[in-house]
């Protein structure tokens, strides 16, 4: 069982920036492949970024082609955490994102992660 709590949305404006974390509990956090989707109001969850388990060195990475050269993804095995570095943020950023877990292998399918975080909002004002 694994246990997520995200941190770190806000209101910020065009242009800005924002870190996004995501504690992870338990012992086996370096053998999941981290995700994170947002959910914008009317819309369907989407993809946004994932890495992949690591034991020591970098995890692989992917992105949503939207959020591409403006988002970076990393994790701190030893912290349980992953984070999202959000730059040059746009209105239609705006969305609650959430982080996701799962023990199988990079994905952008947001049905094949197992856990989830309740979310945090992040609003772009332009």
């Known amino acids: 069982q694994v246990q997520l709590v995200e941190s770190g949305g806000g209101l910020v404006q065009t242009g800005g920036s924002l870190r996004l974390s995501c504690a992870a509990s338990?012992?086996?956090?370096?053998?999941?492949?981290m995700g994170w989707f947002r959910q914008a109001p009317g819309k369907e969850r989407e993809f946004v970024a994932a890495?992949?388990?690591?034991?020591?060195?970098?995890?692989?990475?992917d992105y949503a082609d939207s959020v591409k050269g403006r988002f970076t993804i990393s994790r701190d095995n030893a912290k349980n955490t992953v984070y999202l570095q959000m730059d040059t943020l746009k209105p239609e950023d705006t969305a609650v994102y959430y982080c996701?877990?799962?023990?199988?292998?990079?994905?952008?399918?947001?049905?094949?992660?197992?856990?989830w975080g309740q979310g945090t909002q992040v609003t772009v004002s332009s």
């Open positions: 996701a877990a799962r023990t199988g292998l990079l994905t952008a399918r947001f049905y094949l992660y197992t856990y």
């Open positions: 338990g012992r086996t956090f370096s053998r999941h492949t």
């Open positions: 890495i992949s388990q690591s034991d020591g060195s970098d995890g692989s990475t």
